[in-house]
């Protein structure tokens, strides 16, 4: 199968047609031919958009869905639509569902689900049984059957030395261990940032230390132990201080942030948006600005979109009793090329491949075709048309937006909206 890929401006710093407008011949999954013209026989299909862009394809380190269990809110085979139709050709998928991904049979039960998708789907094992923290997970037998990390989603380890164990243990098989960045004892029951938004509202808050504290801990415990850990979606400005002193003392640590985090501060919260509600809690001016600098000096290694649909029957009620969640696929692009150039964009679209063991996939002749199709400068207001996932609940609606994506190509399956 002939696949041409015409004008297309290439944004790969690893690419020597970087910057370069060219066309693409993919023969057969294959990049064929890079050239500024190619004039072939009439292609099986030829792909010719506007201001058309191609980079490596994206990759998510934290996306949720809903099945098994939790299939009201998303199905795999709609999910991964969704992210590729949002520009992704591989995602981590969180262990949040019901059962708990916390054995290889429920990996391999992910894997199957995902095989014929174009989007590479890699499963994210429990670090605990039945994400409960109390004993280790089947580790090594899940990363056996596919499983690229360990963590319990969105839930914290409270036992330092069950992490201590799990950092040992994982450098038996160069295992990837995700602590969630909360000390829960200092957050409680709190909903939304501690701050003085939440005090005006009457909202419990989630103070900055419950983060901090925890990763804190964290880094000790892998200056101890040595191993492999990833702190997902960081939200305040000592939580990046401590991550790049760490970093600089030569820890094998890397840390993400979700887009949200990056675009929206507590005064969201004024509107008792329950879309707002998410963990952890949109923070400060100081934090955001601080985590902006973090991904642009590298301390924060890879942006995500923290993908959580929510069924409105747990988002339309008040707001302490809403779930915690927003998506992010279908906004990713938009609002981060509202923050950051092109460039910056697609650097930290595709920065987390290598640590989750994903190779990248250089846009030269002679590699596979994995490629994200954009134009990074169509301006729009996005709406509830721009959802393609089952539930709705977005806290980028209404936002102004840059950034329309086109689809993917990954091999020879192309997908476009």
Partial sequence: MKILVKSARIIDNESPYNNKVMDILVENGIIKEIDPV????????????ENLHVSQGWF???????????????????????????????????????PVTDNKGAVTFLKNRAEKQPVTLLPIGALTRKSEGKDMAELYDMQQ??????????????????????LQYSQNFDGLVMSFPQEDRIALNGQVNEHENSTMLGLKGIPAL???????????LLE??????HIPTISTAKSVDIIRDAKERGLDVSSSVAIHNLFFTDEMLEEFDTNAKVLPPLRTKSDVKALIAGVKDGTIDMVTCDHIPMDVEHKKVEF????FGTLGLESALGALLQLFSVRTAVKVLTSGKSRFNL???????????NFSFFNPDKEYTFEKEHILSSS???LFLGKELKGKVYGILVGEEYLTS
């Fill in 392 to 394: 709705k609940n977005s």
């Fill in 359 to 369: 190779a990248d996939v250089v846009i030269d002749e002679g590699s596979p075709a």
């Fill in 210 to 220: 419950a983060e901090e504290l925890q990763i804190t801990r964290d880094i000790y």
């Fill in 320 to 323: 302490d009793n809403a779930l």
């Fill in 60 to 98: 998510d380190s934290s996306i949720t869905f809903g099945e098994p269990g939790f299939e009201e809110r998303e199905t795999l085979e709609n999910g991964l639509r969704t992210a590729a139709l949002s520009g992704f050709t591989a995602i981590a998928l969180n262990p949040g569902n019901d």
């Fill in 224 to 229: 101890y132990t040595g191993g492999k850990l």
């Fill in 38 to 49: 190619i004039k072939t026989r009439k292609p099986d299909l030829e792909i010719n958009f």
């Fill in 145 to 166: 059957a596919g499983a690229v990390a360990f963590g319990d989603f969105k839930k914290s380890v409270s036992n330092p030395n069950l992490l201590k164990l799990a």
